[in-house]
């Protein structure tokens, strides 16, 4: 399995419905390089993206949920 982190994406638009064509949403992590930027810069990435409010759950919390569900973490 693969996954997709939008950490590192600062400057740029990773989160778009372009890339969503590319990469099942499923597949793609909420990163915020926080060490290194305020976590407000990489939450904006997705709240502002022209994707579903499905999607912005998924990213920002429900796709590494059902990860550690499936490892017995949660």
């Known amino acids: 399995n693969l996954y997709v982190s939008i950490c590192g994406a600062m400057g740029s ?3 778009t419905p372009e890339t969503l064509e590319r990469v099942p949403v499923e597949k793609v992590l909420f990163g915020s390089d926080m060490s290194v930027l305020d976590i407000g810069t990489a939450l904006s990435q997705v ?4 994707i579903p409010e ?3 759950e998924a990213i920002v919390g429900g796709n590494m949920r059902r990860i550690l569900q499936r490892l017995g973490m949660s």
Not at 47 to 50: F, R, V
């Open 47 to 50: 709240a502002y993206a022209d």
């Open 54 to 56: 499905e999607s912005k």
């Open 13 to 15: 638009r990773i989160v």
